[in-house]
């Protein structure tokens, strides 16, 4: 089966950098999304990794390493609006037909 | 900017009866999935819908769930006999072909409260 494992809250500060880490455990694996939900919302994407490598999108960064099954987001100078939580998501599957599997989610606190 | 709604956002029901959410994706998409997260849980996968079928579930979905796309736009679950544990958040997500990623658009959610 799929597991993913992510830290369950992180509190920071606002202004600065903090790195939300997931480590999965899949089989066909395709590639590692990150969303964002903020209470009683909807999940919003924020960045999908196929590849070993750093994407960049604005104040939000994500890795992944796929031999270490292993990847983070890296959100920088935190506003306040910030504050959610995090999900990772697998994307998994095999002969073209995919599903994604979502981990539990970290719930990230900025403080000022 | 195109977004995926969904209606109603709210649906109190009667355990044992039959409800239906429903869901527009956004309209240049091609790719259907609903979602469940139950109060507080993470959200979990139950279907993905594309070319008029169903191309993957899990194995939450089970029979007294089905999918259904009755025209071009709508996009819906069924849950024939709820029951208490079905009280959760449904969300429907709508996606493109691009090959190289799969960015899911989400809608806003359905409550659903059964009693």
């Known amino acids: 089966g799929q597991s993913l494992e992510q830290p369950s809250e992180v509190t920071a500060v606002e202004g600065a950098i903090v790195q939300i880490n997931c480590t999965y455990q899949?089989?066909?694996?395709?590639?590692l999304s990150w969303y964002q939900q903020h209470d009683g919302g909807a999940p919003t994407f924020l960045s999908y990794?196929?590849l070993d490598g750093l994407e960049e999108t604005g104040r939000f960064s994500s890795f992944l390493s796929r031999s270490d099954s292993y990847g983070y987001l890296l959100l920088q100078e935190l506003q306040m609006k910030d504050s959610a939580s995090y999900f990772c998501?697998?994307?998994w599957g095999s002969g073209g037909y995919q599903k994604v599997t979502f981990g539990t989610g970290t719930k990230l606190q900025v403080i000022p | 900017e195109p977004e995926v709604t969904q209606t109603p956002s709210h649906q109190v029901t009667q355990m044992g009866q039959e409800v239906i959410l429903r869901c527009v994706p956004i309209s240049n998409h091609l790719y259907f999935y609903w979602y469940r997260q139950i109060l507080g849980q993470k959200v979990e996968f139950l279907v993905s819908f594309y070319n008029n079928e169903i191309s993957e579930k899990s194995e939450i979905f089970d029979d007294q769930f089905s999918v259904e796309r009755p025209d071009g736009s709508n996009f819906t679950l069924k849950i024939r006999s709820t029951k208490l544990e079905d009280s959760a958040m449904y969300f429907c997500?709508?996606?493109?072909?691009?090959?190289?990623?799969?960015?899911?658009?989400f809608g806003a959610g359905t409550r659903l409260s059964v009693l």
């Open positions: 997500a709508s996606s493109t072909t691009e090959a190289t990623k799969n960015i899911q658009y």
């Open positions: 899949t089989s066909g694996f395709y590639g």
């Open positions: 998501a697998v994307k």
């Open positions: 990794n196929a």
